[in-house]
Structures are given as C-alpha cells and as structure tokens.
C-alpha cells in the first residue's frame, strides 16, 4: 500500500458544528502532516507529527485541533470554524522526512 | 530559513512543445528538491525528486529537472508537452532534517492545442 487515504472528500459544515478529518497510511512512515491549501495558493504547514508527538504548530489557531491515535491515523477535529477556514485540507506522510506521500485532500466548505 | 521562488506564475505552451518551469530555492546546505503536480481539486503528485549524486533526475510522465548549485536552481523541463500536462506545478524543498516541506507559489501551465 503506497497511499495516503483521507476522508471525507468533500465536507460542507456550519460553523457551530463539530467534525473531523481523517488521514490513514499504511506505509510505515513515521512522519505525518496537516496542510492547508487556499485556491490557486501553494500548500501551507499546519502541524508536523513525528514518532505520533506533535513536534510542529505552525501557529494555527485552537479551533483546529490534531490528533495522531498511532503510527497510521492522523486526525483533524474541526470546531467553531469560520468561512475563511473553507480550504483543501491536505494530509501527507514520510519516512525520515523524504519521500513525502500527499492524499487527495479533503474540500472543506464551512457556511 | 528556506525558501523557494517559482518566477512565472502562469504559462501557456502548443501542444508539441518543449516546456522549463522554473524554481530558486534559498538553504544554507544542499537541500531536498521536489515537483509536484497537481490538477483542478486534487492532491499533489510527486514528479521527481533529488536528494544528492547525479544533478539531472528523471521523474514519471516524461519529465526531468535539472539541479544547478550555483545557480541555486532546480528546474523541471519536458521535450514534448501533452495536452493532460495542464496542470498546477509546484516546487518544494525540504531541510535535510527534512520535516517541513516549503512550497513555492506554483506555476499554471496551460497547454494550446
């Protein structure tokens, strides 16, 4: 498996809701990563998991909360989103920080 | 810090032509150099790769880049662009600690038929 899997594909949320994005790899690596990407805009670094500790926050706000269960899950709880938040939201994996594998993304709309 | 400049933000080539997308990177040491592509509402497809030895990388769908140190530059090309080549392409380094992957701003390419 050479995958990075994220669910949902598409999720639409007011913003009083509470949900969660979910990223599985089964490649072993021990790296994972949450980005943000705005249309027509380059990904950006939210939070780096290394080892399933979190090791980087690039300053993203509390409504935005990760989890990392084990070596293979990577989560993102979303609560209290604003409109600006509505993004591709990216999930990526590597071993030893080469090799970055990215998943599909998840389109995250909040109205 | 590192950083990377994608020049061009927007390019247009003829079906059949040869296609340079370029990319200034700025790190202390050697870096770990990175394509992806992307199209319209997907994830990022690596292309190729180049962590050290051989400075030109062939990469998957015909492509190929070009490391140059002391040009700080790490540019991808192609002999012959295909109409499914149309598409976001970004460029990205990593530190050789290589836990944060920097995007450029991404070049659109746009093939004419």
């Known amino acids: 498996d050479t995958e990075v899997t994220q669910t949902p594909k598409h999720l639409v949320m007011g913003m009083t809701n509470k949900k969660s994005l979910k990223c599985e790899q089964h490649m072993g690596h021990r790296a994972m990563y949450w980005y943000k990407q705005k249309a027509k805009k380059p990904p950006e670094l939210m939070f780096v998991y290394s080892y399933e500790k979190l090791s980087i926050n690039e300053s993203v706000p509390s409504r935005f909360s990760p989890e990392c269960p084990n070596s293979s899950l990577l989560n993102l709880h979303l609560h209290a989103l604003q409109p600006e938040d509505s993004a591709l939201y990216l999930c990526a994996s590597s071993q030893t920080g080469i090799g970055y594998t990215f998943g599909s993304g998840t389109r995250l709309t909040v109205v | 810090a590192q950083s990377v400049t994608q020049p061009d933000i927007h390019i247009t080539v003829s079906e059949g032509a040869s296609l340079e997308l370029r990319c200034n990177y700025s790190?202390?040491?050697?870096?770990?150099l990175f394509w992806y592509v992307q199209s319209p509402g997907q994830g990022l497809q690596l292309l190729l790769k180049?962590?050290?030895?051989?400075?030109l990388v062939q990469g998957i769908k015909g492509f190929e880049a070009e490391f140059k140190r002391s040009q700080s530059s790490f540019n991808l090309r192609k002999p012959s662009v295909h109409w499914s080549d149309a598409a976001e392409y970004f460029c990205?380094?990593?530190?050789?600690?290589?836990?944060?992957?920097?995007f450029g701003g991404g070049t659109r390419l746009m093939v004419k038929p």
């Open positions: 790190y202390g040491a050697t870096p770990y």
């Open positions: 180049y962590f050290s030895g051989d400075t």
């Open positions: 990205a380094v990593a530190t050789n600690a290589g836990n944060m992957l920097t």
